[in-house]
């Protein structure tokens, strides 16, 4: 259960009216747990407090949420020798004749010469539109070599290198209709009719594929909830019921399920397994809960799982229901070829995640145990400071490699960051054998954590393509997690199984720069042939749009 569920919710105007009724000694039986709800609150947060220093981080956290891990920059020494200078040349107040001096007309500067550009104006060029539709405008009446219109000259016009464009943005509803009126002539003597018909390339279907892909992109890719969708289209004088969303949904998952049993199987094979859990709410399991026993499995959450494959490919996988990850992983892995090298499984150290006896490479999240140190530095600021400039050091290692095959970047890392984690195992040691801090306390819980996994979190200084973190799972996770706000909770596991499928095959879309809208209408249009081989129609391999924009280019 997440720690947030564990405070009651609850009532301050009905806590005012205990009150009083306290005083008066007349309490009833929803009273009573009201009473037993605030000391079960009260006892919570004093446990809470009790937890050593860092505890009280946590709890603020709970209140007011996380905040960035990101540290203060220091400043370089160039930077302080600078204002070292202008504190000996204006002084410390940097007031009176030393002010006036840099406010005169000839020692000010402008704004824009005194703050360099910096990159995120706002505007983005005319390429980065990839998935605008093209309109190619040519001239009716003029071509190369044709006399120039001007009546002064005469000269002949010629086509210049570079035309010139701009981007036209437009808007619309969600869904939008079209009501399509076919006039009917019937014969007066044998009495058939005859339907006008319908325009060129339109359809005698309700639902279009692009109003099912704009319906599955709004309710679980931006995670609209459904009552919202349905107050914006009614709004708009194009009501849809939510039942009717959600029907589209479901239209949406079956189509494209073969798809996702393929990218199961492609995951199996994958190098690198990624993946992370988050708690999750279906009402039908919740309702189930209420009749378990004590120790039986309660627990619903969304397991998310990112497969990279050895030529960059990379799959997102969400499964949503009792089991956690290390059972998805399992089940997903029985699907793995045989005589395939070992899988690299990134996960944090907890015991659920790592179910199975299939043979793999274990790791450990790296920035995950850097996060213990991170809610302790105000507390231990030299102890946790140093910890943390450490892992800076080895993150700068690890962005130096970007483009480094593995064998490379791993020869990278044993002479960079091997050292630095040789000495930083040390002063582990050495502080903990010392008794320079507490086994018990917050700090040496933290150094503990790294002592025991010190194997699995330096994985990628002994087994080429080892991964550094657990990152790429836990940014996929945001998006089950904004439904989740959004929308609260999925009604049945039916629900919960619709909305794993087409998030998979959306945010597999992203992580391969796939445009998620053109891939969405052309799998639905394909959708018998997506059946029968769903191999050519995985979110990586798409290249209908562009392929035909290219040879369009091309053409012309």
């Given at each position: 259960?997440?720690?947030?569920?564990?405070?009651?919710?609850?009532?301050?105007?009905?806590?005012?009216?205990?009150?009083?009724?306290?005083?008066?000694?007349?309490?009833?039986?929803?009273?009573?747990?009201?009473?037993?709800?605030?000391?079960?609150?009260?006892?919570?947060?004093?446990?809470?407090?009790?937890?050593?220093?860092?505890?009280?981080?946590?709890?603020r956290e709970m209140i007011f949420g996380r905040r960035s891990e990101k540290r203060?920059?220091?400043?370089?020494?160039?930077?302080?020798?600078?204002?070292?200078?202008?504190?000996?040349?204006?002084?410390?107040?940097?007031?009176?004749?030393?002010?006036?001096?840099?406010?005169?007309?000839?020692?000010?500067?402008?704004?824009?010469?005194?703050?360099?550009?910096?990159?995120?104006?706002?505007?983005?060029?005319?390429?980065?539109?990839?998935?605008?539709?093209?309109?190619?405008?040519?001239?009716?009446?003029?071509?190369?070599?044709?006399?120039?219109?001007?009546?002064?000259?005469?000269?002949?016009?010629?086509?210049?290198?570079?035309?010139?464009?701009?981007?036209?943005?437009?808007?619309?509803?969600?869904?939008?209709?079209?009501?399509?009126?076919?006039?009917?002539?019937?014969?007066?003597?044998?009495?058939?009719?005859?339907?006008?018909?319908?325009?060129?390339?339109?359809?005698?279907?309700?639902?279009?594929?692009?109003?099912?892909?704009?319906?599955?992109?709004?309710?679980?890719?931006?995670?609209?909830?459904?009552?919202?969708?349905?107050?914006?289209?009614?709004?708009?004088?194009?009501?849809?019921?939510?039942?009717?969303?959600?029907?589209?949904?479901?239209?949406?998952?079956?189509?494209?399920?073969?798809?996702?049993?393929?990218?199961?199987?492609?995951?199996?094979?994958?190098?690198?397994?990624?993946?992370?859990?988050?708690?999750?709410?279906?009402?039908?399991?919740?309702?189930?809960?209420?009749?378990?026993?004590?120790?039986?499995?309660?627990?619903?959450?969304?397991?998310?799982?990112?497969?990279?494959?050895?030529?960059?490919?990379?799959?997102?996988?969400?499964?949503?229901?009792?089991?956690?990850?290390?059972?998805?992983?399992?089940?997903?892995?029985?699907?793995?070829?045989?005589?395939?090298?070992?899988?690299?499984?990134?996960?944090?150290?907890?015991?659920?995640?790592?179910?199975?006896?299939?043979?793999?490479?274990?790791?450990?999240?790296?920035?995950?145990?850097?996060?213990?140190?991170?809610?302790?530095?105000?507390?231990?600021?030299?102890?946790?400071?140093?910890?943390?400039?450490?892992?800076?050091?080895?993150?700068?290692?690890?962005?130096?490699?970007?483009?480094?095959?593995?064998?490379?970047?791993?020869?990278?890392?044993?002479?960079?960051?091997?050292?630095?984690?040789?000495?930083?195992?040390?002063?582990?040691?050495?502080?903990?054998?010392?008794?320079?801090?507490?086994?018990?306390?917050?700090?040496?819980?933290?150094?503990?954590?790294?002592?025991?996994?010190?194997?699995?979190?330096?994985?990628?200084?002994?087994?080429?393509?080892?991964?550094?973190?657990?990152?790429?799972?836990?940014?996929?996770?945001?998006?089950?997690?904004?439904?989740?706000?959004?929308?609260?909770?999925?009604?049945?596991?039916?629900?919960?199984?619709?909305?794993?499928?087409?998030?998979?095959?959306?945010?597999?879309?992203?992580?391969?720069?796939?445009?998620?809208?053109?891939?969405?209408?052309?799998?639905?249009?394909?959708?018998?042939?997506?059946?029968?081989?769903?191999?050519?129609?995985?979110?990586?391999?798409?290249?209908?749009?562009?392929?035909?924009?290219?040879?369009?280019?091309?053409?012309?």
């Amino acid at each position: 259960m997440a720690e947030a569920e564990k405070i009651p919710k609850i009532d301050p105007a009905e806590v005012e009216i205990l009150i009083e009724r306290v005083k008066q000694n007349k309490l009833e039986e929803r009273e009573v747990e009201l009473i037993a709800g605030l000391l079960r609150t009260l006892l919570y947060l004093v446990a809470m407090l009790q937890d050593k220093k860092a505890t009280i981080l946590r709890l603020r956290e709970m209140i007011f949420g996380r905040r960035s891990e990101k540290r203060k920059k220091a400043p370089s020494e160039s930077e302080k020798d600078q204002d070292q200078a202008a504190t000996d040349e204006w002084g410390e107040t940097g007031q009176g004749e030393g002010r006036q001096r840099a406010g005169t007309e000839k020692n000010q500067q402008s704004e824009s010469e005194v703050r360099p550009n910096r990159r995120g104006h706002g505007r983005n060029p005319a390429s980065a539109y990839q998935g605008a539709k093209k309109v190619y405008c040519r001239h009716t009446e003029l071509g190369s070599g044709s006399p120039c219109p001007a009546t002064e000259c005469t000269g002949k016009v010629y086509q210049v290198s570079r035309p010139h464009g701009f981007i036209q943005f437009t808007g619309q509803p969600v869904i939008s209709a079209t009501h399509y009126v076919q006039e009917v002539l019937r014969c007066l003597l044998c009495g058939k009719e005859y339907e006008a018909p319908l325009p060129e390339g339109v359809k005698p279907q309700k639902y279009d594929e692009t109003a099912d892909a704009a319906i599955a992109i709004n309710r679980y890719l931006v995670a609209t909830p459904l009552y919202r969708m349905s107050g914006l289209q009614t709004m708009c004088q194009i009501p849809l019921s939510e039942s009717t969303i959600f029907e589209r949904c479901a239209v949406v998952a079956e189509a494209l399920l073969p798809i996702y049993k393929q990218m199961e199987r492609e995951a199996a094979n994958a190098k690198v397994l990624y993946g992370d859990d988050t708690w999750l709410r279906i009402l039908e399991l919740m309702k189930e809960n209420q009749a378990k026993g004590k120790g039986e499995r309660v627990g619903i959450q969304t397991t998310g799982i990112v497969a990279e494959r050895a030529d960059g490919v990379k799959i997102a996988l969400y499964l949503n229901g009792r089991r956690h990850l290390g059972e998805n992983a399992e089940k997903l892995l029985e699907q793995r070829s045989r005589g395939l090298a070992p899988i690299i499984r990134m996960n944090d150290a907890l015991a659920a995640n790592w179910s199975g006896e299939e043979e793999r490479i274990e790791c450990c999240c790296l920035t995950h145990a850097r996060r213990k140190f991170a809610e302790l530095e105000k507390f231990y600021p030299q102890a946790c400071g140093y910890v943390l400039d450490q892992i800076g050091e080895i993150y700068k290692n690890e962005a130096a490699t970007e483009g480094m095959e593995d064998e490379e970047r791993l020869a990278y890392h044993q002479e960079h960051s091997g050292p630095i984690l040789s000495e930083f195992r040390q002063w582990m040691d050495e502080e903990m054998k010392e008794k320079r801090v507490e086994p018990n306390s917050s700090l040496g819980k933290a150094i503990s954590y790294f002592q025991n996994n010190y194997e699995e979190l330096t994985s990628f200084l002994r087994v080429p393509g080892a991964p550094i973190d657990n990152n790429p799972a836990e940014q996929v996770l945001k998006a089950p997690v904004m439904i989740r706000k959004n929308s609260y909770f999925y009604r049945t596991s039916y629900g919960a199984c619709v909305g794993g499928i087409i998030l998979s095959v959306m945010i597999t879309c992203r992580l391969n720069q796939t445009n998620v809208w053109n891939y969405l209408v052309w799998a639905l249009r394909k959708s018998a042939e997506v059946r029968e081989n769903p191999g050519a129609f995985l979110p990586w391999n798409y290249r209908g749009e562009e392929s035909a924009l290219s040879e369009e280019r091309r053409a012309v």
